[in-house]
């Protein structure tokens, strides 16, 4: 008989930009730190590798994300599963990315039947041992060629969500999908919880890796066929308990831009649903963030460093400052280090009118925060003016820094504290605590730590351009190419 494989799938994309301004597009909504100040997708990881039988997870999330993934991943990943990631150049919404994962694993295979399970990275569940249990009934379900969905009970009329209606049963195990359903109004909405017939979309799905090839061959041959060019020249790279693939951003730009419940679901007549409780949140927005906090006599949450008097059925959350408010009711107040969001609480849908504004503006706002991660570490902007900026530098102990050079900006770098290794054109010395050195523009250099703690530097770059492109690699630990 042969042997199924379960290959949990996590699907980390999207802006989530209804979480202005602690979701950014360089580091979005699944990064998310919660108050047990574990995030979104360290959540999800931990729920997947639970599972009876899982020995490896595969991710698929953008490549400028991909080392963040990866230091996420490894706080949590105490059993060590090897990790698989498909990395995409853009965006192109679920049905490229399902069918990437789909013919990566059956390109791969070695005599075991590859069964998916797809999830969201940035949702919450508070029933893991509901969830292992609408799991197995998916998986027997796929094995009978089923494209499996999960359907939760919903608990109240719910404008937000995608609904499936609930067609006859299949064994003990679920029911055929009757039909998907948009978004609907409110007394639709209504309608449907009266009913009991009609379950919210989860965007969580099972199925065997061939079936769903079938069907997107019967349904969407040119995205399967789009994601398979893509894939030919797509590289694979392995590294220790880990293996990666790097989407080819030509061929995969030109993949549809669809959904795989567009794409599939909705037209297959092989799709079962799952009927479940699994105490389900998707996390949409600054309110429903907030309804996971403990909250106050007066209805209120926070996060941070907050002082809240007379107030009531508020949130607020502080990032490295005080904030305090006074005589207010039912706000939602977001502060980070340099963008600061307050808005009625009973408009945080609202708040993705915002973050499209700063986009349509150019606004660095919505692409990223002051500190941004890098595979050796992070960087703080500290003060950024039109011919000099200072960072604030952190490298990990044994880390290094591309050898590069720029050609519109030089570099002063003071020791805060630690050692830093420092090639600058021929020379290589060692920089220690209360020390600086200078990198002229257009000189090849490179900083390293060579110690044991981390390396903690100011930098000071002063010249006519100073954007994070003038950059020039001709040596990189971490695979990243010669420019950019």
Same mark, same amino acid.
């Given at each position: 008989?042969?042997?199924?494989?379960?290959?949990?799938?996590?699907?980390?994309?999207?802006?989530?930009?209804?979480?202005?301004?602690?979701?950014?597009?360089?580091?979005?909504?699944p990064?998310?730190?919660?108050?047990?100040?574990?995030?979104?997708?360290q959540?999800?990881?931990?729920?997947?590798?639970?599972?009876?039988?899982?020995?490896?997870m595969?991710?698929?999330t953008?490549?400028?994300?991909?080392?963040h993934?990866?230091?996420?991943?490894?706080e949590?990943?105490?059993?060590?599963?090897?990790?698989?990631?498909?990395l995409?150049?853009?965006?192109?919404?679920?049905?490229?990315?399902?069918?990437?994962?789909?013919?990566?694993?059956?390109?791969?295979?070695?005599?075991?039947?590859?069964?998916?399970l797809?999830?969201?990275?940035?949702?919450?569940?508070?029933?893991?041992?509901a969830?292992?249990?609408?799991?197995?009934?998916?998986?027997?379900?796929?094995?009978?060629?089923?494209?499996?969905?999960?359907?939760?009970?919903?608990?109240?009329?719910?404008?937000?969500?995608?609904?499936?209606?609930?067609?006859?049963?299949?064994?003990?195990?679920?029911?055929?999908?009757?039909?998907?359903?948009?978004?609907?109004?409110?007394?639709?909405?209504?309608?449907?919880?009266?009913?009991?017939?009609?379950?919210?979309?989860?965007?969580?799905?099972?199925?065997?890796?061939?079936?769903?090839?079938?069907?997107?061959?019967?349904?969407?041959?040119?995205?399967?066929?789009?994601?398979?060019?893509?894939?030919?020249?797509?590289?694979?790279?392995?590294?220790?308990?880990?293996?990666?693939?790097?989407?080819?951003?030509?061929?995969?730009?030109?993949?549809?831009? !669809?959904?795989?419940?567009?794409?599939?679901?909705?037209?297959?007549?092989?799709?079962?649903?799952?009927?479940?409780?699994?105490?389900?949140?998707?996390?949409?927005?600054?309110?429903?963030?907030?309804?996971?906090?403990?909250?106050?006599?007066?209805?209120?949450?926070?996060?941070?460093?907050?002082?809240?008097?007379?107030?009531?059925?508020?949130?607020?959350?502080?990032?490295?400052?005080?904030?305090?408010?006074?005589?207010?009711?039912?706000?939602?107040?977001?502060?980070?280090?340099?963008?600061?969001?307050?808005?009625?609480?009973?408009?945080?849908?609202?708040?993705?009118? !915002?973050?499209?504004?700063?986009?349509?503006?150019?606004h660095?706002?919505?692409?990223?925060?002051?500190?941004?991660?890098?595979?050796?570490g992070?960087?703080?902007?500290?003060?950024?003016?039109?011919?000099?900026?200072?960072?604030?530098?952190?490298?990990?102990?044994?880390?290094?820094?591309?050898?590069?050079?720029?050609?519109?900006?030089?570099?002063?770098? !003071?020791?805060?504290?630690?050692?830093?290794?420092?090639?600058n054109?021929?020379?290589?010395?060692?920089?220690?605590?209360?020390?600086?050195?200078?990198?002229?523009?257009?000189?090849?250099?490179?900083?390293?730590?060579?110690?044991?703690?981390?390396?903690?530097? !100011?930098?000071?770059?002063?010249?006519?351009?100073?954007?994070?492109?003038?950059?020039?690699?001709?040596?990189?630990?971490?695979?990243?190419?010669?420019a950019?």
């Open positions: 008989m042969q042997t199924t494989e379960l290959i949990p799938c996590i699907i980390s994309g999207g802006a989530g930009t209804r979480l202005w301004p602690v979701s950014r597009q360089e580091l979005p909504k990064f998310i730190r919660m108050a047990d100040k574990q995030s979104l997708l959540k999800t990881f931990l729920r997947a590798a639970r599972l009876p039988g899982v020995r490896r595969m991710v698929i953008s490549q400028q994300v991909m080392f993934t990866l230091a996420e991943y490894g949590v990943n105490e059993r060590g599963l090897d990790l698989e990631m498909l995409e150049p853009v965006g192109r919404n679920t049905a490229p990315a399902i069918a990437a994962a789909v013919l990566d694993v059956l390109s791969r295979g070695d005599g075991r039947r590859v069964m998916l797809v999830l969201p990275a940035d949702h919450l569940l508070e029933d893991e041992v969830f292992a249990e609408a799991v197995a009934r998916a998986q027997a379900l796929a094995e009978q060629g089923r494209l499996v969905t999960f359907g939760l009970k919903p608990s109240r009329p719910e404008t937000g969500f995608g609904y499936i209606e609930q067609g006859e049963a299949v064994s003990q195990l679920g029911c055929r999908v009757a039909r998907f359903i948009e978004k609907p109004d409110a007394a639709t909405a209504a309608s449907y919880l009266a009913d009991g017939r009609f379950l919210w979309n989860s965007g969580m799905f099972c199925f065997a890796a061939e079936t769903m090839r079938a069907e997107l061959a019967r349904h969407a041959p040119d995205v399967l066929a789009s994601v398979a060019a893509c894939l030919e020249v797509s590289p694979d790279l392995v590294g220790a308990g880990r293996r990666q693939r790097e989407l080819d951003r030509d061929s995969f730009s030109r993949c549809a831009d !669809i959904s795989i419940d567009y794409a599939v679901m909705e037209r297959s007549s092989e799709v079962a649903v799952v009927p479940c409780e699994l105490g389900w949140s998707d996390i949409g927005s600054w309110d429903s963030l907030a309804k996971e906090y403990p909250q106050d006599e007066n209805g209120n949450a926070s996060c941070g460093e907050t002082l809240l008097h007379d107030t009531h059925n508020s949130f607020v959350q502080s990032c490295g400052r005080l904030v305090a408010t006074l005589g207010v009711d039912n706000l939602l107040v977001i502060d980070t280090p340099d963008a600061l969001l307050v808005a009625d609480r009973t408009r945080s849908q609202e708040v993705r009118n !915002i973050a499209a504004e700063l986009k349509r503006r150019g660095p706002a919505y692409l990223l925060h002051r500190t941004s991660q890098r595979p050796w992070q960087y703080t902007v500290l003060e950024d003016s039109p011919h000099y900026k200072i960072k604030r530098i952190v490298v990990r102990a044994g880390a290094s820094l591309s050898l590069q050079l720029h050609h519109h900006r030089s570099e002063h770098w !003071i020791v805060v504290s630690g050692t830093a290794l420092v090639i054109g021929e020379d290589e010395k060692l920089v220690h605590t209360n020390q600086s050195t200078f990198i002229p523009a257009g000189k090849r250099h490179r900083l390293a730590n060579p110690g044991v703690i981390e390396l903690v530097m !100011i930098e000071v770059q002063s010249g006519d351009y100073l954007g994070e492109d003038d950059i020039v690699r001709f040596d990189d630990h971490y695979g990243r190419g010669p950019g």
